[in-house]
């Protein structure tokens, strides 16, 4: 009992003495000693951040500019509607009843057209009314076609040229680039009657037809 007392002191006494060992730090080395930059660095390093500021400044500006370039209009006021007034036409106007036509008057009948012969132009365009005039007052028979000597002094000689003939209502016949139609003059001899082909004159009371040519008709009248 007393040995085992003895062992238990002995075992605690050397658990005592057996303590953890000290730890010893190490040893700090001195702080470098750096030297203090120069001028033209700080210049530099000056100049680094106006120009990263200046960056950061224009970045903000075109992130500004996009967001509003993404952000909508507002939208435009629309402006009222006024009702639309639909115009109502008037009523039709009654019928107007027309008045019953007027029964025509009869007409007098037309004319009947000229039967009576007409002195015609000769091979030659020639009608020779001075001889047939001098004839008749003299009571000779003469062919009015045949070209008789008569004095120079005695007969007046006019030219004729019929050139065309316009038909229509009112036809009219083209003589020596003028326009003739009933009852006109031209040359002393009286315009009668236009046809499609050929004008009727008169003169001293004998007809005369004219046709439409390419050479000018030549009448012989007395003085």
């Known amino acids: 009992m007393r040995l085992e007392s003895i062992l238990l002191a002995a075992v605690a006494l050397l658990a005592g003495c057996q303590s953890a060992p000290r730890r010893v730090a190490p040893p700090v080395p001195p702080a470098a000693v750096l030297p203090a930059p120069s001028l033209e660095l700080q210049d530099k390093v000056l100049r680094q951040q106006q120009q990263i500021q200046a960056l950061i400044a224009q970045n903000d500006a075109l992130h500004a500019r996009v967001r509003e370039l ?8 629309v402006a009222p509607v006024s009702p639309t007034v639909v115009p109502v036409a008037p009523p039709p106007p009654p019928p107007v009843v027309a008045p019953p036509a007027a029964i025509p008057e009869p007409t007098a009948p037309a004319p009947a057209p000229v039967t009576e012969l007409a002195l015609a132009p000769n091979a030659d365009g020639v009608i020779d009314l001075a001889a047939l005039l001098t004839a008749t007052r003299e009571g000779e028979d003469v062919n009015p076609f045949a070209v008789r000597s008569l004095p120079a002094d005695a007969i007046r000689e006019i030219t004729l040229h ?62």
């Open 162 to 223: 019929v050139q065309g003939i316009v038909g229509g209502a009112n036809p009219c016949a083209l003589i020596n680039h003028r326009a003739v139609q009933p009852p006109d003059t031209i040359e002393s001899l009286a315009v009668v009657r236009v046809e499609p082909g050929a004008v009727l004159l008169r003169h001293a009371g004998h007809l005369l037809r004219l046709p439409v040519a390419e050479k000018a008709a030549r009448v012989r009248l007395p003085l």
């Open 70 to 77: 993404e952000t909508p209009p507002p939208p435009a006021p």
